[in-house]
């Protein structure tokens, strides 16, 4: 087994005479991160791996009355309040000092003290909690021990996978001579999905950068050609005109891997990317990766999934992405952990495989429906390494909807039983895998059994409450001094290093939604782990209204109305059994807690509407705005394929439809016509134009496709400021029930036309009406009056199309039609009798736009 020490370091100077005092928590920081390491660095160099496995089970020997010895339920407290204590205080000095070495041995000392805490707490519920008085209790007992030992266990192997995290830096391609370059195949597969879905992929694989002769992408389309015969020959237009290369095959053995497998026979590259087809491949995707194949045992390298959408938890829930997303916490902590131990995971898109390796094993597996993994644990069993490279490096689309989720989650977790049922990668004599190897795959095949577990920790307390049925004997203020100090110092050791992927309570919330469903198809797994067939995500749906997915959800609403009655029968108890208080109220909190999880779970099936045509992005691109007679330069505050927010340091005289470019960050440009909707002042200095993008051309599409997706050298995403606070976290979940009825308003702001001061004519039914034009864009004008005009309700009322004359400095006035859309009064006019002066809102006919149009435009280009 991998030593996980880190090298040695040298002792710390002493304290120059003089310096400033040292606080204690400085002392205790000394104590953990610099001293005690320094000297099991120095005492530990010289063993081998067979007396570093003696010396384990020595301390874990002597560690055994920190376990067992019994104490008093008072004594218990002081030491629950101490441990709680010292992990708070080491928690506090890992953010005072946020350092990667300062937390890592931080991280490793309460990995140690919440063990051990754990163990005792378990020791005390096997050797006095159990209560097999009648057979009733004695069900549920052993269901909730099995529970809460399936927890601990997970916990102890997450523990193992994040002892040390392992981050890599890329190895530079331009030391390697283009001959000696790897030839790279690009894999797109699809099948049922939106030609344009896919064509934004393709886009993205093109304009990958590497050199040409040595990169080829293709399209794998396993959509049937009986079924799906226009979608085929939209996909093979396209892939005629972008330059790709579209492979078919005549039948759909075996879903995507068959597809892959099928392409391997068929593309002559070293190396293969392979892409979801709604993953789009940002620009140096291949220059970060395919150094690392060099080292001939190196099999595939994966890269991270990112969504640049909200998954339904955090669109039902309206996180605004104050929350981390579910995959992150596997992506940016316990990849990085696996990568340390060899045990990276294939995920199936967003990585680089060896071809021929993956040949050695018959290509990507193919006997359950989560090839990806399989496959990696394959490659591992031969002795192959991998490597995980933690840069995002694709843009995908996560499932918009929660039935959606549930389908590809229900997919993985059957996937990982069936690995699980087949290889049992922990046992498994036959797999050359080394023991951390055998952990991690343990802990990631074992992770979607949660389901029924889950379920337990929901209605234990209910059980007691309405039906009287007692799992634990003796719940009360003692078991509390054992349970405590193993949940918060398990959290504590936790936040380290999850505060920034995983907020506290949020990982309940994502198993209590799917514990129904992962827990049925992980059991049907297990007795038949041949059944069940590989299920396609459905991916670029809209949400236009409030839904709530009864049938996704129904499961859990009967648990929520039986959790809810529970906690209302306390002041029952209390009445009628006052003896049995302290277990009533023991389990009253347990049940609110759960309640209020629970009920945020539900809004997850709560579907919000999408608000937008398009999914925005929080790029900061530089946008160039060109005006008739002037140009602007800012920075997108978001952008997405049907719009921008663009920050200004200025408010600018511009009409209200432009001419925009966008820069990408290694100068791609999409040039587009835009309708800029509103203004919004920032501050004193600055203001956000928001702008609609008009009638884009597949070109400007294509162009803009790159900009957003490709042309990117970092994702925004990729480093997390949040920190996770669990109060404040359980104070966010609690409030969802708000946040999800809310209705959502506009933002509001001003119009945005050009301004000037014109003299104009307004002509209705035979009369001239003196006015001056103030405002002015392509689509609307604004005259002010400052006479009486004796017709202004009979204008107000029927809303005419009138006549204008505007002079522009020509010898004849410039000769438009407008449609009355508002008349107001004007509160500060610039001349004449306040009571007379009005100002009127004109919109141009779209009916006339062709024929206007550019008598319009020259008008704001001179105006």
Same mark, same amino acid.
């Given at each position: ?92 000095? @890992?953010? #005072?000092?946020? !350092?990667?070495? +300062?937390?890592?041995?931080?991280? %490793? $000392?309460? =990995?140690?003290?919440?063990?051990? *805490? ?48 392992? @981050?890599? #830096?890329?190895? !530079?391609?331009? +030391?390697?001579?283009?001959?000696? %370059? $790897?030839? =790279?195949?690009?894999?797109?597969? *699809? ?48 892939? @005629? ?6 492979? +078919? ?615």
């Amino acid at each position: 087994m991998a030593n996980p020490s880190p090298p040695l370091r040298p002792d710390p100077p002493p304290l120059a005479t003089g310096a400033t005092r040292r606080s204690p928590l400085d002392t205790l920081t000394d104590w953990l991160v610099n001293l005690v390491p320094s000297w099991f660095d120095r005492a530990l160099q010289s063993l081998n791996r067979r007396q570093l496995w003696l010396l384990a089970l020595l301390v874990l020997v002597l560690s055994l009355p920190l376990v067992t010895t019994p104490l008093k339920v008072w004594q218990q407290g002081v030491i629950a309040g101490l441990l709680v204590l010292m992990g708070w205080l080491i928690v506090r000095i @890992e953010q #005072q000092r946020n !350092d990667p070495q +300062t937390s890592e041995y931080l991280h %490793l $000392f309460l =990995v140690w003290l919440s063990t051990v *805490t754990t163990a005792r707490y378990l020791y005390y519920r096997t050797a006095y909690t159990f209560n097999f008085d009648g057979w009733l209790n004695g069900f549920f007992c052993i269901l909730l021990y099995g529970a809460e030992l399936y927890a601990i266990i997970t916990l102890f192997l997450a523990y193992f996978q994040t002892l040390k995290i392992r @981050e890599r #830096q890329p190895i !530079d391609l331009s +030391t390697i001579p283009s001959d000696r %370059l $790897f030839k =790279v195949d690009v894999y797109i597969p *699809t099948y049922n999905e939106d030609v344009e879905i896919v064509r934004k992929t393709a886009l993205g694989a093109l304009a990958i950068d590497y050199p040409a002769d040595k990169k080829r992408v293709y399209i794998l389309d396993d959509g049937r050609a009986e079924k799906y015969k226009d979608r085929r020959e939209s996909l093979r237009q396209m892939c @005629e005109e972008l330059g790709c290369t579209l492979l +078919t095959r005549d039948n759909n053995d075996h879903a995507k891997a068959g597809n892959i497998n099928t392409a391997f026979k068929r593309t002559d590259g070293d190396l293969v990317l392979i892409l979801d087809c709604d993953h789009i491949p940002a620009r140096p995707i291949l220059q970060t990766t395919v150094g690392f194949f060099y080292d001939s045992k190196v099999a595939f390298v994966q890269t991270p999934h990112w969504f640049y959408n909200p998954d339904p938890f955090e669109r039902n829930l309206l996180t605004r992405g104050k929350v981390p997303v579910g995959n992150e916490l596997f992506y940016k902590v316990l990849q990085k952990g696996n990568d340390f131990w060899n045990a990276a995971f294939f995920c199936g898109s967003a990585a680089v495989i060896r071809k021929d390796y993956a040949l050695q094993i018959g290509g990507i597996a193919t006997e359950t429906v989560t090839e990806d993994c399989h496959t990696a644990f394959r490659l591992h069993s031969l002795g192959y390494k991998s490597v995980y490279y933690d840069q995002i490096m694709v843009a995908g689309l996560a499932p918009e909807k929660f039935s959606s989720y549930i389908g590809q989650q229900v997919r993985w977790a059957r996937g990982m039983a069936q690995i699980l049922r087949l290889e049992n990668p922990l046992l498994n004599r036959k797999l050359n895998l080394t023991i951390p190897q055998r952990i991690c795959y343990f802990s990631a095949t074992s992770h979607f059994f949660f389901g029924f577990p889950r379920l337990m920790y929901a209605i234990a307390p209910t059980l007691f409450l309405l039906f009287g049925i007692n799992p634990i004997r003796g719940l009360g203020l003692e078991t509390l001094a054992y349970a405590l100090p193993h949940i918060l110092l398990s959290m504590y050791a936790n936040f380290i290093t999850y505060k920034n992927v995983r907020f506290s309570f949020w990982n309940e919330i994502y198993e209590f939604a799917m514990s129904f469903y992962a827990g049925a198809v992980t059991l049907m797994a297990l007795i038949n782990p041949r059944m069940g067939s590989f299920n396609v995500t459905d991916k670029g749906l809209s949400v236009t209204k409030r839904d709530f997915d009864w049938e996704s959800a129904r499961p859990l609403v009967v648990v929520a109305v039986l959790v809810a009655l529970s906690v209302l029968s306390v002041p029952f108890w209390l009445i009628l059994r006052p003896e049995d208080s302290e277990a009533v109220l023991v389990n009253m909190l347990w049940g609110i807690f759960n309640l209020v999880l629970i009920v945020a779970a539900i809004l997850v099936s709560f579907e919000q509407p999408q608000l937008r045509r398009t999914h925005r992005l929080n790029r900061k691109l530089t946008a160039v705005i060109y005006g008739p007679d002037q140009t602007w330069r800012g920075k997108t505050e978001d952008v997405s394929e049907s719009g921008a927010r663009i920050v200004l340091d200025s408010w600018p005289n511009l009409p209200d439809e432009i001419e925009l470019e966008l820069v990408g960050d290694y100068g791609a440009r999409a040039f587009l016509k835009a309708r800029i909707v509103r203004g919004v002042p920032l501050n004193d200095a600055q203001t956000i134009l928001v702008a609609d993008f008009i009638n884009p051309t597949q070109s400007e599409l294509d162009a803009l496709a790159i900009v957003l997706y490709s042309d990117v050298r970092e994702w925004y995403s990729q480093n997390r400021t949040e920190v996770d606070d669990p109060l404040d976290s359980l104070r966010f979940i609690a409030t969802s029930l708000t946040r999800s009825f809310q209705e959502a308003k506009p933002i509001q702001g001003q119009k945005v036309r050009k301004r000037i001061q014109t003299p104009a004519q307004l002509y209705w039914e035979g009369h001239f009406y003196a006015a001056m034009a103030t405002e002015m864009g392509v689509r609307s004008l604004r005259l002010e009056f400052h006479e009486p005009i004796d017709a202004l309700e009979q204008l107000r009322q029927s809303q005419p199309v009138v006549g204008v004359l505007l002079e522009d400095g020509h010898p004849l006035p410039k000769r438009l039609l407008a449609v009355v859309q508002t008349i107001e009064p004007l509160a500060n006019p610039g001349n004449g009798d306040a009571a007379s002066s009005t100002a009127i809102e004109l919109r141009f006919p779209e009916q006339l736009q062709e024929r206007q149009e550019g008598r319009i435009k020259q008008l704001l280009a001179t105006l």
